[in-house]
């Protein structure tokens, strides 16, 4: 009886510490995914937020100049009465001098403009950033793009957006997640792939949209899509008029491709 009573209380034996060990495994996993999904879920929320306090900013933008329906892109011709910063070098520097009560414009030559958190996706892992914290504004922490169909200077790919008497704004992206680049917005499927596509993996797949109308939208970006389906998803106007444009077509170097394949030909 006594050996009996060793036995029963000598522990676990190796089959059931392997049981328990699996079953803590598949628990632990369960509540990792749980909640990072619950984290990523907010910060796509967050994202949203950040877009639609942008389109409010958008709206004053216009509001503040004689033509209410300007919409500021990265390329567009510099504002005369800009000091010290220059607006082609990003859409959010227009935007940031409307927001004198957070933005903090430099007063020194080559001075990074500060900004309020909502110009950075919090999924944005190319720089840190603290959340509700301001941050030097450049082309890593700042996580949008702008876009842009040239309707203001069609001699100038990157110009700002004029939405009057447009009837497809809800179609016509202004800011979406990516990646800037200095001057340059996404007007055709190469910006669109250099800039936005890298941004796919920050909500899953799933690129944010802010349109010309102030529409915010999760746009679907699967991994097995290419990236002119992703366009077209995004912006179908667009796509469909680069699809019909003529070959060469591209603002100022456009036609001098074209100058130089007719000279090519003769």
């Given at each position: ?69 300007l919409l500021p892109t990265s390329g567009m011709d510099d504002d005369p009465d800009t000091e010290n910063v220059i607006e082609t070098h990003g859409w959010w520097i227009a935007l940031a001098q409307l927001e004198e009560s957070s933005a903090v414009v430099p007063t020194k030559p080559k001075e990074k403009i500060k900004l309020p958190g909502y110009f950075h996706c919090p ?144």
């Amino acid at each position: 009886m006594k050996t009996a009573r060793i036995r029963k209380l000598s522990g676990f034996t190796l089959i059931e510490l392997m049981v328990v060990i699996a079953i803590l495994a598949v628990v632990g996993s369960i509540a990792f995914v749980t909640i990072y999904g619950k984290v990523s879920a907010g910060n796509d929320q967050k994202c949203k937020e950040n877009l639609a306090q942008l389109a409010t900013l958008g709206q004053k933008y216009g509001e503040d100049r004689a033509h209410s329906t300007l919409l500021p892109t990265s390329g567009m011709d510099d504002d005369p009465d800009t000091e010290n910063v220059i607006e082609t070098h990003g859409w959010w520097i227009a935007l940031a001098q409307l927001e004198e009560s957070s933005a903090v414009v430099p007063t020194k030559p080559k001075e990074k403009i500060k900004l309020p958190g909502y110009f950075h996706c919090p999924n944005d892992a190319r720089a840190e950033v603290a959340e509700g914290k301001m941050f030097p504004a450049d082309y890593k922490t700042v996580s949008y793009v702008s876009w842009t169909d040239a309707s203001e200077d069609p001699e100038n790919p990157n110009s700002c957006i004029r939405t009057s008497a447009k009837q497809h704004l809800d179609s016509l992206p202004w800011l979406t997640d990516g990646n800037p680049v200095k001057s340059q917005s996404v007007h055709d499927l190469e910006g669109f792939t250099k800039m936005v596509m890298p941004a796919t993996e920050r909500h899953k797949g799933t690129i944010m949209v802010l349109y010309a109308s102030g529409l915010v939208k999760a746009v679907e970006a699967d991994a097995d899509m290419k990236p002119e389906e992703v366009f077209a998803a995004i912006a179908p106007d667009m796509a469909r008029a680069e699809a019909n444009a003529p070959a060469g077509k591209k603002g100022k170097k456009g036609k001098k491709d074209a100058k130089d394949k007719k000279k090519a030909k003769k």
